[in-house]
């Protein structure tokens, strides 16, 4: 699989979100950035599981992490709600499962079998670079194959 590629599509699928007025914009990058800026969209870590079938078929889950500045931190709250819903303009659930694609397509845009965003965890405050934010992580499945 493009697992650089993969980064990419996730993070310009999570750029579609629609924060309400006054709440920013959301930043999304493929990597881990070396500074946040607020509110960040980032994939973050990730791990592989080789030939899951007889035809070679990889499982990669990639761990995305949100974080925003705790400049008023009922506020940052209030956004990373937002973000981490399970629908709505908002959701990043909502946005990066749209690039699913229609069934039986590709997901993607073809770099990709299927994927799926299976869990939040963390809702807490983390350290980046020796700032602490308030955020939270979405752990994303990736099914494919080399193409």
């Known amino acids: 699989m493009d697992i650089w590629g993969i980064r990419e599509g996730l993070a310009a699928a999570a750029k579609t979100v629609s924060l309400p007025t006054g709440k920013g914009s959301l930043t999304c990058t ?38 925003i500045a705790r400049g008023d931190e009922r506020s940052a709250q209030e956004v990373l709600d937002l ?9 990043l659930k909502c946005a990066l499962e749209a690039a699913r694609g229609e069934p039986g397509e590709y997901a993607l845009g073809g770099l990709a079998d299927d994927f799926r965003v299976e869990r939040m965890q963390g809702n807490r405050l983390y350290e980046h670079a020796g700032v602490q934010y308030v955020g939270g992580e979405l752990i994303i499945r990736v099914f494919g194959s080399e193409k």
Not at 32 to 48: C, G
Not at 53 to 63: H, N, P, Q, S
Not at 83 to 91: F, H
């Open 83 to 91: 973000l981490l819903r399970r629908g709505g303009p908002s959701s």
């Open 30 to 67: 493929a990597w881990l950035p070396d500074q946040v800026t607020s509110p960040h969209f980032f994939i973050a870590e990730y791990t592989q599981d080789y030939d899951k079938t007889f035809g070679g078929l990889d499982v990669v889950e990639f761990t995305a992490r949100i974080l």
